[in-house]
């Protein structure tokens, strides 16, 4: 089981961004990281195109280390770690280990 999933919501724990939080875009697996919204923003130089008719710099979201960052605890709005539960019918869901809510 994963431990960060598409659209959790997470704190960077470490690096410039540190206790800013955001929800989880993308994840790569291979690789061991995570794109989170409006973290890790690097500016981007692009061409005159259809899309962008001035050409310029964008801002681009980047990918974070997937230890970097931590569940947020949607109970006291906190990082916290989990917990993996088995329900009866064989599935598993993440349990927060302060609260004890679902994540």
Known sequence: MLRIK????????????????????????????VVVENINLMKKSVKKSDQYPNGG??????????????????????PTRYLTKVLKDGGKVR?????GETI
């Open 95 to 99: 349990v927060a280990k302060k609260s």
């Open 6 to 33: 598409r659209d959790d919501k997470v704190m960077v724990i470490t690096g410039k961004d540190k206790g800013k939080t955001g929800k989880v875009i993308k994840v790569f697996l291979a690789d061991q990281k």
């Open 57 to 78: 710099f964008i801002e681009v979201e980047r990918p974070v280390h997937i230890s970097n960052v931590m569940l947020v605890d949607s109970k006291s709005v906190k």
